[in-house]
């Protein structure tokens, strides 16, 4: 394949060497439409780089949310739920990873390694993450 180089070089030598101005500016024609046709591939590179580093922005931002804490803070307790809004039907300790549990639907949840009691009795674990994940769907939306 001939690069552009090559046709200028080509192009500088049929003036050097006294070749008819119609061949010439042919030569010219030719070098102008292949330079024509790289500008239109530079665009059409561009708008792939831009999509691409799109895509790789989208994906690190999606890594780092992966990578980040796994825990949502909230009424003073701790939740795990997932990016499709579903929670691990687990209530946490605000104060240690453990999962809370009242043993009794009428018992404080407490947690079995640190001691922490909840203001929260075990009856209402379902409706607590129940409002978690309607806390988090609305904080995405
Ligand atoms: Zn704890």
């Excluded at 080509?10 to 008819?20: A, C, F, P, R």
């Excluded at 042919?26 to 691409?52: C, G, K, T």
């Excluded at 939740?79 to 639907?105: A, H, R």
């Excluded at 640190?114 to 806390?135: M, R, T, V, W």
């Amino acid at each position: 394949m001939t690069t552009l180089d090559e046709h200028i070089d080509e192009l500088d030598k049929m003036v050097v060497g006294g070749t008819s101005a119609p061949t010439i500016r042919s030569q010219i024609a030719f070098i102008s439409r292949e330079v024509a046709a790289l500008e239109a591939e530079l665009v059409r590179v561009n708008v792939d780089h831009a999509n691409l580093k799109e895509a790789y922005l989208n994906l690190q931002a999606a890594q780092a949310e992966k990578e980040a804490d796994p825990f949502t803070n909230f009424k003073g307790h701790r939740f795990k739920i997932g990016t499709n809004g579903e929670s691990d039907g687990l209530v946490y300790c605000p104060n240690c990873p453990t999962p809370l549990s009242s043993g009794q639907p009428h018992l404080h949840l407490t947690c079995s390694k640190c001691n922490f009691i909840s203001p929260k009795y075990g009856y209402f674990l379902p409706d607590l993450i129940k409002e978690a994940q309607e806390y988090v769907r609305a904080k995405k939306a």
